[in-house]
């Protein structure tokens, strides 16, 4: 699709939602929309995409009641807004239209999560993703390093870059829109995205991504959509298996979950944002006992996020109820440079591969 | 000569007049502000009391002219059946003479003190003799009497007795001329306008100097007087069992069973056993000591309470609901009847009515009517035991603020109804504490409350609804204008909307596919019933469902269907037409319908 076609197609799928209004209004009907719930207990595994998504249980806002009329309203406001973007050509971040509303009288928003959750809910209405209405993510995109030649659609014109000979110690900083790439070669076996920076270095520094033909990922965190996007690519395109590494508790696991299975908040975009294959390296509970690692406790917190996984259906496995079960036994946690402990090289020259080829990655 | 002599030379009897004369707060004249209010009081009363005997409709009319600076003429005048002449002077002119002191029954006066009292009030201030007027009948002249009271006599002195044409038929009127002042004239309205209230039945007008008050009756039914019954053993005393005793023929059983309300043979026989008495003994011939023996006796034996339905009056929960409303308009208004009830041998029944927001203030202590035998209590509130039992109930639980009385806008009335109301004084004015009499006051006050609780309740609950409702439609509007300015369409009519939200009927009228159609939605709680009528140039014959009545008016029909729509339930007609003509809905308060037309 062309860019004018692209633009034409969200404009009329942003007219389809307020002609809906429209003629509910029309027709003497209280105006209304309906939207799967988002909650966990309404994601479903979907067999032929091997992601999680939206089931079946929707909840419907009718402009009844005084919030749900409000709500209504603020959509009708971004609606319109995004629809006069488009037809400008223009672009703005989710944080500028926040601002935007300042404007909105009544119907400015009360903060910017209020915003960004209507953004997914039209998402998941209109089944486009926010960068159609040309609303940019504001957070970088990740880095990567490793043996893999791209093209990027830049405002400069087309760029190669090969991910270790054309980049610095950082690597290639993944844009926002990942759609703007193309993969022109490589050399890679596999993926490892990494949660901490401290980790991406440590391999980068150990030369793991020579000895292993391994593409090295910094998430940064809960990774930006443009990061899994890439991941998803590079797992699809490249045929690269993906594993991910993470610090030893709970809230690393949903930083795994939502690139391996999808998260709940953006479930409506599973099937181009989660990397189904994508298997979990560690830190797992058991390494906590089995290396001795050096371990923080489990706050209230902590226990209460290990609880809510073990009815998150999407930790709904043998493995992770037994990992799980023991962490929460053990009361403990580690980050995943805990393994320094045992020396620099211990985790690219003995957990690594150890871990690695017992999954059957090398 | 010795002391004691001396003494004896200063000692005499007092008549009662003379007594009363020095003892006059004892009746209620302690002040001049006072005595005009109690002297129309017992003038109404002794008014409201025949009218009730003699089976009429009381009208009533009051009067105070100012005469001189401080002197004013008090004028009550009733359609009553009058007073035979020569009972008059009595009446008036002499304290103590009444028809009701040995009766037991619930009657407004007792005694025979308080207008009698009033007259030798006024003779004491300004020396002027009371005027009477009375007639008994269309048969009959009216008398005009001027009557003083010879005070060391407590006996009736009349300076004048004629035969005058009066316009009412039958009826008493009555003119006493005394120092006094209108200072207190709010509670003399407010003691006329609570008479009105327990005395629904009543039409009272007044004339305060000039100004003139309307007291409408709501009621058209005289109300059944009550009858005197016999007294029953256990409010018994040993003077009062005496004095009967005395005037009886009869063997002791016989005696109990006709003296007594309520004693029966078995009764009678038990009372014997108990006193060691001999049946056969005459009654009058008992002495003191055989008499106590026999009240002891009397007290001991159950005898079923008196029998109250006779003897008293209740006003009905009806009626003080209509006397309430008719003065206050009130929001909420309850009233509740208790069954009869007994302290001391007396029955007695207490009534009570809760009124909530209308023209009360709504702010400070809540206003409280007292009444014992359907006369309103204006003083000493505080010593009152209608007071205390409305103090001593929990208000908070009913949602009603307090600081010992409740407060805000709530009215609360108080009614006991007794053969013998027991007062603090003889001037009337609060009801004393028995307890059987408050248990019963603070019974049908928790009753009402929790009625009360229910009606604020749900009082708030509509007041919430409404402003959900109006946030609501402040905000559709909006949404309907940013919609109309996106797909860039004219701006929809939303007041069907704003129907269904704020719970009205909705009727639609719009012209499709060459069918006229008629659409009703009710969106409120209750089902309707309404007459639908449309004026078009369409007969309509064709029409689904067919029209209950088509009238033909020049080139147009009107056509009339009547239906009944269950809440949330929809209606509607159809017929062959191109123009819809008009649409006229009834049935439904106008606020609670939207009409929309849906060709314009």
Same mark, same amino acid.
């Given at each position: 699709?062309?860019?004018?076609?692209?633009?034409?197609?969200?404009?009329?799928?942003?007219?389809?939602?307020?002609?809906?209004?429209?003629?509910?209004?029309?027709?003497?009907?209280?105006?209304?929309?309906?939207?799967?719930?988002?909650?966990?207990?309404?994601?479903?595994?979907?067999?032929?995409?091997?992601?999680?998504?939206?089931?079946?249980?929707?909840?419907?806002?009718?402009?009844?009641?005084?919030?749900?009329?409000?709500?209504?309203?603020?959509?009708?406001?971004?609606?319109?807004?995004?629809?006069?973007?488009?037809?400008?050509?223009? @672009?703005?971040? =989710?944080? !500028?239209?926040?601002? /935007?509303?300042?404007?909105?009288? +009544?119907?400015? &928003?009360?903060?910017?999560? %209020? @915003?960004?959750? =209507?953004? !997914?809910?039209?998402? /998941?209405?209109?089944?486009?993703? +926010?960068?159609? &209405?040309?609303?940019?993510? %504001?957070?970088?995109?990740?880095?990567?390093?490793?043996?893999?030649?791209?093209?990027?659609?830049?405002?400069?014109?087309?760029?190669?870059?090969?991910?270790?000979?054309?980049?610095?110690?950082?690597?290639?900083?993944?844009?926002?829109?990942?759609?703007?790439?193309?993969?022109?070669?490589?050399?890679?076996?596999?993926?490892?995205?990494?949660?901490?920076?401290?980790?991406?270095?440590?391999?980068?520094?150990?030369?793991?991504?020579?000895?292993?033909?391994?593409?090295?990922?910094?998430?940064?965190?809960?990774?930006?959509?443009?990061?899994?996007?890439?991941?998803?690519?590079?797992?699809?395109?490249?045929?690269?298996?993906?594993?991910?590494?993470?610090?030893?508790?709970?809230?690393?696991?949903?930083?795994?979950?939502?690139?391996?299975?999808?998260?709940?908040?953006?479930?409506?975009?599973?099937?181009?944002?989660?990397?189904?294959?994508?298997?979990?390296?560690?830190?797992?509970?058991?390494?906590?006992?089995?290396?001795?690692?050096?371990?923080?406790?489990?706050?209230?917190?902590?226990?209460?996020?290990?609880?809510?996984?073990?009815?998150?259906?999407?930790?709904?496995?043998?493995?992770?109820?037994?990992?799980?079960?023991?962490?929460?036994?053990?009361?403990?946690?580690?980050?995943?440079?805990?393994?320094?402990?045992?020396?620099?090289?211990?985790?690219?020259?003995?957990?690594?591969?150890?871990?690695?080829?017992?999954?059957?990655?090398? | 000569?010795?002391?004691?002599?001396?003494?004896?030379?200063?000692?005499?009897?007092?008549?009662?007049?003379?007594?009363?004369?020095?003892?006059?707060?004892?009746?209620?004249?302690?002040?001049?502000?006072?005595?005009?209010?109690?002297?129309?009081?017992?003038?109404?009363?002794?008014?409201?009391?025949?009218?009730?005997?003699?089976?009429?409709?009381?009208?009533?009319?009051?009067?105070?002219?100012?005469?001189?600076?401080?002197?004013?003429?008090?004028?009550?005048?009733?359609?009553?059946?009058?007073?035979?002449?020569?009972?008059?002077?009595?009446?008036?002119?002499?304290?103590?003479?009444?028809?009701?002191?040995?009766?037991?029954?619930?009657?407004?006066?007792?005694?025979?003190?308080?207008?009698?009292?009033?007259?030798?009030?006024?003779?004491?201030?300004?020396?002027?003799?009371?005027?009477?007027?009375?007639?008994?009948?269309?048969?009959?002249?009216?008398?005009?009497?001027?009557?003083?009271?010879?005070?060391?006599?407590?006996?009736?002195?009349?300076?004048?007795?004629?035969?005058?044409?009066?316009?009412?038929?039958?009826?008493?009127?009555?003119?006493?001329?005394?120092?006094?002042?209108?200072?207190?004239?709010?509670?003399?309205?407010?003691?006329?306008?609570?008479?009105?209230?327990?005395?629904?039945?009543?039409?009272?007008?007044?004339?305060?100097?000039?100004?003139?008050?309307?007291?409408?009756?709501?009621?058209?039914?005289?109300?059944?007087?009550?009858?005197?019954?016999?007294?029953?053993?256990?409010?018994?005393?040993?003077?009062?069992?005496?004095?009967?005793?005395?005037?009886?023929?009869?063997?002791?059983?016989?005696?109990?069973?006709?003296?007594?309300?309520?004693?029966?043979?078995?009764?009678?026989?038990?009372?014997?056993?108990?006193?060691?008495?001999?049946?056969?003994?005459?009654?009058?011939?008992?002495?003191?000591?055989?008499?106590?023996?026999?009240?002891?006796?009397?007290?001991?034996?159950?005898?079923?309470?008196?029998?109250?339905?006779?003897?008293?009056?209740?006003?009905?929960?009806?009626?003080?609901?209509?006397?309430?409303?008719?003065?206050?308009?009130?929001?909420?208004?309850?009233?509740?009847?208790?069954?009869?009830?007994?302290?001391?041998?007396?029955?007695?029944?207490?009534?009570?009515?809760?009124?909530?927001?209308?023209?009360?203030?709504?702010?400070?202590?809540?206003?409280?009517?007292?009444?014992?035998?359907?006369?309103?209590?204006?003083?000493?509130?505080?010593?009152?035991?209608?007071?205390?039992?409305?103090?001593?109930?929990?208000?908070?639980?009913?949602?009603?603020?307090?600081?010992?009385?409740?407060?805000?806008?709530?009215?609360?009335?108080?009614?006991?109804?007794?053969?013998?109301?027991?007062?603090?004084?003889?001037?009337?004015?609060?009801?004393?504490?028995?307890?059987?009499?408050?248990?019963?006051?603070?019974?049908?006050?928790?009753?009402?409350?929790?009625?009360?609780?229910?009606?604020?309740?749900?009082?708030?609950?509509?007041?919430?609804?409404?402003?959900?409702?109006?946030?609501?439609?402040?905000?559709?509007?909006?949404?309907?204008?940013?919609?109309?300015?996106?797909?860039?369409?004219?701006?929809?009519?939303?007041?069907?909307?704003?129907?269904?939200?704020?719970?009205?009927?909705?009727?639609?009228?719009?012209?499709?596919?060459?069918?006229?159609?008629?659409?009703?939605?009710?969106?409120?709680?209750?089902?309707?019933?309404?007459?639908?009528?449309?004026?078009?140039?369409?007969?309509?014959?064709?029409?689904?469902?067919?029209?209950?009545?088509?009238?033909?008016?020049?080139?147009?029909?009107?056509?009339?269907?009547?239906?009944?729509?269950?809440?949330?339930?929809?209606?509607?007609?159809?017929?062959?037409?191109?123009?819809?003509?008009?649409?006229?809905?009834?049935?439904?308060?106008?606020?609670?319908?939207?009409?929309?037309?849906?060709?314009?």
């Amino acid at each position: 699709m062309t860019k004018e076609e692209m633009d034409k197609h969200a404009v009329s799928k942003l007219l389809e939602i307020a002609d809906r209004w429209y003629s509910q209004i029309k027709r003497a009907e209280i105006p209304y929309i309906s939207l799967p719930t988002r909650t966990k207990h309404n994601i479903e595994y979907d067999e032929g995409t091997e992601v999680w998504k939206y089931g079946e249980k929707e909840t419907t806002r009718t402009a009844s009641t005084a919030k749900s009329a409000l709500h209504l309203l603020k959509m009708a406001y971004v609606v319109g807004f995004l629809k006069d973007q488009i037809g400008e050509n223009r @672009s703005s971040t =989710l944080r !500028e239209m926040y601002y /935007i509303s300042e404007g909105w009288k +009544r119907a400015k &928003f009360g903060a910017q999560d %209020e @915003s960004n959750f =209507l953004v !997914e809910d039209l998402e /998941i209405i209109t089944e486009l993703s +926010r960068e159609a &209405f040309h609303l940019r993510p %504001e957070e970088d995109g990740a880095s990567i390093f490793g043996p893999v030649k791209i093209r990027e659609q830049t405002r400069r014109g087309d760029k190669d870059i090969h991910c270790v000979e054309d980049v610095g110690e950082a690597g290639y900083s993944i844009p926002n829109n990942v759609e703007r790439l193309t993969f022109l070669e490589n050399d890679a076996k596999f993926v490892i995205a990494m949660e901490t920076g401290g980790m991406y270095a440590r391999l980068m520094e150990n030369g793991f991504s020579e000895e292993y033909d391994a593409v090295l990922l910094h998430l940064k965190g809960q990774p930006a959509r443009s990061t899994r996007r890439m991941l998803k690519r590079l797992n699809n395109e490249l045929g690269l298996p993906v594993v991910v590494f993470t610090d030893g508790d709970p809230w690393s696991y949903r930083i795994f979950a939502s690139i391996a299975y999808g998260s709940i908040k953006a479930a409506h975009m599973s099937d181009i944002l989660v990397t189904p294959g994508a298997q979990f390296v560690g830190v797992q509970p058991s390494d906590i006992s089995t290396y001795n690692l050096p371990s923080d406790h489990l706050t209230e917190g902590d226990i209460a996020a290990l609880k809510a996984e073990l009815t998150d259906p999407r930790f709904d496995t043998e493995y992770w109820r037994n990992q799980i079960n023991l962490q929460i036994k053990l009361g403990l946690k580690s980050e995943q440079q805990a393994f320094a402990s045992r020396g620099l090289d211990f985790v690219t020259k003995e957990y690594l591969p150890a871990r690695l080829s017992e999954m059957g990655i090398i | 000569m010795e002391l004691a002599e001396q003494l004896a030379g200063q000692q005499k009897s007092i008549s009662v007049a003379e007594f009363f004369e020095k003892n006059k707060h004892l009746l209620g004249f302690d002040s001049p502000t006072r005595g005009i209010i109690t002297t129309i009081k017992e003038a109404v009363d002794n008014s409201l009391d025949a009218c009730e005997e003699a089976e009429v409709l009381p009208d009533i009319f009051v009067g105070v002219k100012k005469v001189d600076k401080d002197v004013y003429r008090i004028i009550v005048e009733d359609n009553g059946p009058g007073i035979v002449p020569k009972q008059v002077p009595f009446v008036f002119g002499k304290l103590l003479y009444g028809s009701r002191f040995h009766q037991i029954k619930q009657s407004r006066g007792q005694q025979g003190i308080g207008i009698s009292a009033a007259v030798l009030y006024a003779q004491l201030t300004t020396g002027v003799p009371a005027v009477v007027i009375s007639r008994t009948s269309h048969k009959n002249k009216a008398h005009r009497f001027e009557i003083m009271i010879r005070t060391e006599a407590n006996e009736p002195e009349v300076l004048k007795d004629e035969e005058i044409e009066w316009d009412r038929m039958h009826g008493t009127r009555i003119e006493i001329e005394f120092k006094t002042t209108l200072a207190a004239k709010k509670r003399l309205l407010d003691y006329l306008m609570y008479t009105s209230v327990v005395n629904p039945h009543a039409r009272i007008k007044a004339d305060i100097d000039g100004e003139v008050y309307n007291f409408e009756r709501v009621n058209e039914e005289t109300i059944v007087p009550p009858k005197a019954i016999l007294p029953h053993p256990h409010g018994l005393e040993l003077g009062q069992l005496k004095r009967i005793a005395a005037a009886s023929d009869s063997n002791l059983k016989d005696f109990l069973i006709n003296s007594f309300s309520r004693v029966g043979d078995k009764n009678a026989d038990e009372i014997i056993g108990g006193s060691g008495l001999k049946e056969s003994r005459k009654a009058k011939t008992l002495t003191n000591e055989e008499l106590k023996k026999l009240l002891e006796s009397m007290q001991n034996v159950e005898v079923p309470p008196p029998p109250a339905s006779q003897c008293l009056s209740p006003i009905g929960e009806n009626m003080i609901i209509r006397g309430i409303d008719k003065e206050f308009q009130l929001d909420f208004v309850r009233a509740r009847t208790r069954k009869s009830k007994v302290f001391s041998g007396h029955p007695f029944i207490v009534e009570a009515a809760i009124g909530y927001g209308g023209k009360l203030e709504s702010e400070g202590t809540a206003t409280i009517l007292r009444f014992a035998n359907r006369v309103p209590l204006l003083y000493q509130q505080g010593a009152c035991a209608i007071t205390n039992s409305i103090s001593g109930i929990n208000w908070k639980a009913y949602n009603i603020s307090q600081q010992g009385l409740p407060t805000g806008p709530v009215l609360i009335l108080v009614h006991v109804a007794s053969t013998n109301v027991p007062f603090t004084s003889e001037s009337k004015d609060a009801v004393a504490s028995i307890p059987e009499i408050e248990k019963e006051i603070v019974l049908a006050l928790q009753d009402l409350g929790r009625d009360l609780k229910m009606f604020l309740g749900r009082r708030d609950r509509n007041k919430q609804f409404e402003e959900r409702a109006r946030a609501v439609c402040s905000i559709l509007p909006d949404i309907a204008m940013k919609v109309s300015e996106i797909v860039e369409k004219p701006v929809p009519d939303i007041s069907p909307l704003e129907g269904q939200i704020m719970k009205k009927v909705v009727a639609k009228k719009g012209v499709r596919d060459g069918f006229v159609e008629i659409m009703l939605s009710n969106y409120t709680n209750t089902a309707v019933s309404l007459t639908i009528y449309n004026m078009s140039p369409e007969d309509g014959k064709d029409a689904s469902p067919k029209p209950d009545f088509v009238d033909n008016i020049g080139d147009e029909y009107n056509k009339l269907w009547k239906a009944v729509i269950e809440p949330d339930n929809m209606w509607s007609a159809k017929y062959k037409g191109t123009n819809g003509g008009t649409l006229d809905i009834r049935g439904v308060e106008e606020k609670k319908l939207v009409v929309i037309d849906l060709d314009n």
